[in-house]
């Protein structure tokens, strides 16, 4: 019989993950609860979220569009994380896709186990 190796539960992940910079376009709201449209760029991407880059900081717990440039694909997610600041005028974000999302990203994931 198979066992899990011994990983810390923060090091644990869902699927697979792919490094893949593509331009996506954000609409949300920011801390202020300002309603944006803005420009970023992925980082990573998998079939469960993203770690991202946009010119706004989002909200933590908000939703938001995601629509990916590239193949005009876009989905609900869920902002989970924000960096505390801006590197070079961009917020990192972290994004958790709502369940009836599809897969935007235009990559086919291992599968998960």
Known sequence: MATTPDIPAGDRRRGSRAV????VLLTGVTRTWKQVS???ETIVVS???????AEDELKPGSEVKVENLSNQQ???FHVVWTSDQPTEGRWEVGLES???TPNIWGVEFAPEM
């Open 20 to 23: 893949l910079r593509l331009p």
């Open 38 to 40: 803005a420009k970023g």
């Open 47 to 53: 079939r469960n979220g993203a770690l991202l880059k």
């Open 74 to 76: 876009a989905g609900q």
């Open 98 to 100: 709502r369940s009836s």
